[in-house]
C-alpha cells in the first residue's frame, strides 16, 4: 500500500478510521521515531567509545561513570520503545493498529498522535493504571 502524503497532513475524525491514509501516517511517523532512536543510540556507542579514558581525579571519574550509568539506563529504555514500535507497525500491517486491546474500540486520534505506540484507549489505559495502583499500594 503506497499512499502518498502531504508534509502538511493530520488525520481527522472527519475520514474513516484506520483509512489506508491514516495508516501510512501513523507508519511514517513511527519509521521517523525509530530512525531517530537508532541514530542517537549510535551516537552514545560512538560517545562512549571515545570517552574510554580514565580520569585520574577520582570526583571526576565518578561524575563520567555516573553520566555513562545515566546515558546506558536511557538507551535501555530506547531499546524496549524501539520493540514497542516494531509491535505498533506489525500491527500496522495486520490491520488492527488504533484499535484498542482491550475493548477493540478505537483508540482516539489525539491519543495516537501524542503516543504512537498506545495499545490502550484512554478509558482503558486509566483503569489499566487504577488497578496497578491498588495493588502497588497493598
Not at 474513516?16 to 541514530?39: C, D, G, H, N, V
Not at 580514565?54 to 536511557?74: G, H, N
Amino acid at each position: 500500500m503506497n499512499v502518498h502524503l502531504s508534509d502538511d497532513y493530520k488525520p481527522t475524525e472527519d475520514e474513516p478510521f484506520m483509512s489506508s491514509r491514516q495508516q501510512e501516517y501513523f507508519r511514517t511517523k513511527l519509521l521517523k521515531w525509530r530512525a531517530e532512536i537508532l541514530a542517537d543510540a549510535n551516537q552514545t556507542i560512538a560517545n562512549l567509545q571515545v570517552e574510554t579514558v580514565k580520569e585520574p581525579d577520582i570526583a571526576d571519574r565518578a561524575s563520567t561513570e555516573s553520566e555513562r550509568a545515566l546515558e546506558l539506563r536511557t538507551r535501555d529504555r530506547q531499546r524496549k520503545l524501539i520493540g514497542k514500535i516494531d509491535a505498533a507497525l506489525r500491527r500496522i500491517d495486520e490491520g488492527v493498529y488504533g484499535y484498542c486491546d482491550e475493548t477493540g474500540d478505537p483508540i482516539s486520534l489525539r491519543r495516537l498522535e501524542a503516543r504512537p505506540v498506545a495499545t490502550l484507549s484512554l478509558e482503558a489505559q486509566e483503569r489499566h493504571e487504577r488497578r496497578e495502583k491498588i495493588y502497588r499500594d497493598d
